[in-house]
Antibody, heavy 116, light 107 residues
Framework: QVQLQESGPGLVKPSGTLSLTCAVSGGSISSSNWWNWVRQTPGKGLEWIGEIFHGGNTNYNPSLKSRVTISVDKSMNQFSLELTSVTAADTAVYFC?????????WGQGTLVTVSS | DIQMTQSPSSLSASVGDRVTITCRASQSVSSSLNWYQQKPGKAPKVLIY???SLQSGVPSRFSGSGSGTDFTLTISSLQPEDFATYYC?????????FGGGTRVEIK
């Protein structure tokens, strides 16, 4: 059974960088799946941030592209999200998810608050 | 971006009712349409993928139909555990986009 687990700071200062990691267990990140980041806010609902393949290919949401980097660490079987120049609008629950038959496996989500 | 519009945004129903939720895409997404269920404090769970394929382990009372721009999620007989929020999502083209959600409440 594939499991995903997000980790990272729950509080980030405005203009700072949000950094999260998603650890994958029960399966290999080098499988034929894309690995995704999704966030959820009460105001904007579910928003897809971007995805990465184990070879390093990425796709990003154009609305965030200038601030987002998604990377993969095959040795650690995990992938990561960096979002720069954050504002209060980036406060959200961040999920990692596997792309398969839809997004078929999700982490439990982690709340990141942007505040001084 | 492809816009996904769900209706209704909320509904009240009783156990045993047949429930239908619709999702419309701003352009054709072929059959690349997925449905999720989300309960408070939890991650979304995929119910239907590729418009009409039932995800393994999901009860058969859930079904999906449609192609192109118009899609439907049907719950044939609503059960107590089905009270949740439902989202559609297109996986046809990046950026992948979600509908605004349909909250199913107890009447």
């Amino acid at each position: 059974q594939v499991q995903l687990q997000e980790s990272g700071p729950g509080l980030v200062k405005p203009s700072g960088t949000l950094s999260l990691t998603c650890a994958v267990s029960g399966g290999s990140i080098s499988s034929s799946n894309w690995w995704n980041w999704v966030r959820q806010t009460p105001g904007k609902g579910l928003e897809w941030i971007g995805e990465i393949f184990h070879g390093g290919n990425t796709n990003y949401n154009p609305s965030l592209k200038s601030r987002v980097t998604i990377s993969v660490d095959k040795s650690m079987n995990q992938f990561s999200l960096e979002l720069t120049s954050v504002t209060a609008a980036d406060t959200a629950v961040y999920f990692c998810a596997r792309g398969g038959r839809g997004f078929d496996y999700w982490g439990q989500g982690t709340l990141v608050t942007v505040s001084s | 971006d492809i816009q996904m519009t769900q209706s209704p945004s909320s509904l009240s129903a009783s156990v045993g009712d047949r429930v239908t939720i619709t999702c419309r895409a701003s352009q054709s997404v072929s059959s690349s349409l997925n449905w999720y269920q989300q309960k408070p404090g939890k991650a979304p769970k995929v119910l239907i993928y590729a418009a009409s394929s039932l995800q393994s382990g999901v009860p058969s009372r859930f079904s999906g139909s449609g192609s192109g721009t118009d899609f439907t999620l049907t719950i044939s007989s609503l059960q107590p555990e089905d009270f949740a929020t439902y989202y559609c999502q297109q996986s046809y083209r990046t950026p992948f986009t979600f509908g605004g959600g349909t909250r199913v409440e107890i009447k």
